[in-house]
């Protein structure tokens, strides 16, 4: 499998141009043959997002900003960092996640755990 790593300068809260760069990463990718690309952790809002993330707005725009470009990967699978919301109604109300996105959907949520929290063998 060939995986590419899209390694671009976010701007913190800059929604259409982080998205841009992201979008642009998934044709991108998959012309160069790749079958996965992978962005930066927190890619979608930019790094730090600090207080932002605390902005019901700031989190509505981090959501469709995650559907545009999950719209472009077609014929490529893709790992994005951003915001997620926790549903479960335990602990912070976010989830620093990795979305996977491939044909153009959202598949699958993987949320960063703490250290403390896994478990080593």
């Known amino acids: ?3 590419a790593l899209a390694q671009l300068n976010y701007i913190t809260g800059d929604f259409s141009g982080n998205g841009a760069k ?3 990463g998934c044709p991108k990718s ?3 043959g790749a079958e996965l690309v992978v962005f930066a952790e927190l890619a979608i809002t930019g790094y730090p997002p600090r207080d932002f ?3 019901e707005d ?4 981090s959501e469709a900003a ?3 470009i999950a719209a472009e990967c077609k014929g ?11 549903l479960t109604g335990k602990g912070k109300p976010l989830f620093n996640t990795a979305w ?13 755990k703490p250290f403390a929290q896994l478990r080593c063998f």
């Open 1 to 3: 499998m060939k995986i």
């Open 22 to 24: 992201n979008n642009r």
């Open 30 to 32: 998959s012309e160069s």
């Open 53 to 55: 993330l605390e902005f």
């Open 58 to 61: 700031f989190i509505l725009k």
């Open 66 to 68: 995650v559907k545009l």
């Open 76 to 86: 490529i699978a893709a790992l994005v960092g951003g915001p997620s919301r926790n």
């Open 100 to 112: 996977f996105l491939s044909d153009g959907e959202i598949r699958q949520l993987a949320h960063k």
